[in-house]
């Protein structure tokens, strides 16, 4: 039985954990957790509600850790609860994943420290501020550290993670079956192929919120390292 723990978080992207989800509740013999501090249900950014089945106070030990993002990282970069259940949970976890802005998250718990890692493009730049080495790239492996790039990679971390887990062909069998062979209609799905002024608009519409989020940043990662000169 392979125990795999999505975090789940008021502000959470919902698609960030249902895509990884998706994947992941297809594998053999899993048990699958939603953690959070209570039972709670929390309401995402995209206005979903989901439903956490497991306390971190009553969470068991984990095989697999999966960190989403969405805007609620801001806060949970410097919750000293959440950022301790990930602590506790790598000691004996066999892989610990995230989607988008959740390797922010991991980072702030001091688990990118010295890894290769990738996160949303907007958000990449401040993972050295925990150790990492941040690398432009859909998804990333270094050791026991498996991070996606930007919300839909979380189904492509999620395969990735399945051929780790359990084999390759079990891997391509769940592909298989969600029909997952992506031909978008636009090539605007990253900053190398997207039109110049589609990424400007980007850059400007979302710049309050990055802003937001470095602040949240620095001051976690002075935190950890304990640095005020950062």
């Not at 249902?18 to 899993?30: K, Q, R, S």
């Not at 699958?32 to 989901?50: A, E, G, N, Q």
């Not at 997952?180 to 209609?185: A, G, R, S, V």
């Not at 802003?211 to 940043?217: D, I, L, Q, S």
């Amino acid at each position: 039985m392979t125990r795999i723990g999505f975090l789940i978080f008021p502000g959470m992207l919902q698609l960030d954990c249902t895509g990884a989800y998706g994947v992941l509740a297809a594998g053999p013999d899993v048990t699958i957790h939603l953690v959070w501090k209570d039972l709670s249900p929390i309401r995402t950014s995209d206005k979903l509600l989901m439903v956490p089945d497991t306390a971190i106070a009553d969470c068991p030990q984990l095989d697999v850790v999966v960190v989403p993002g969405g805007g609620g990282v801001v806060h949970l970069m410097n919750d000293a609860v959440v950022l301790e259940f990930l602590r506790h949970q790598s000691g004996k976890a066999s892989w610990i994943t995230s989607v988008c802005t959740g390797a922010l998250v991991l980072g702030a718990a001091g688990l990118l420290d010295g890894y290769n890692a990738t996160t949303h493009w907007l958000s990449l730049d401040l993972l050295p501020l925990f150790g990492a080495n941040p690398v432009r790239q859909r998804v990333v492996r270094d050791r026991n550290r498996i991070t996606g790039a930007g919300v839909t990679s979380g189904i492509d971390m999620a395969l990735t993670l399945a051929g780790a887990l359990w084999s390759d062909p079990v891997a391509e069998q769940i592909q298989l079956n969600m029909e997952y062979d992506p031909k978008p209609p636009y090539h605007a799905g990253n900053p190398e192929t997207a039109p110049e002024e589609i990424v400007a608009t980007m850059r400007n519409h979302s710049a309050a919120r990055q802003a937001e989020r470095r602040v949240a940043a620095v001051a976690a990662a002075k935190r950890l390292r304990g640095n005020e000169g950062l």
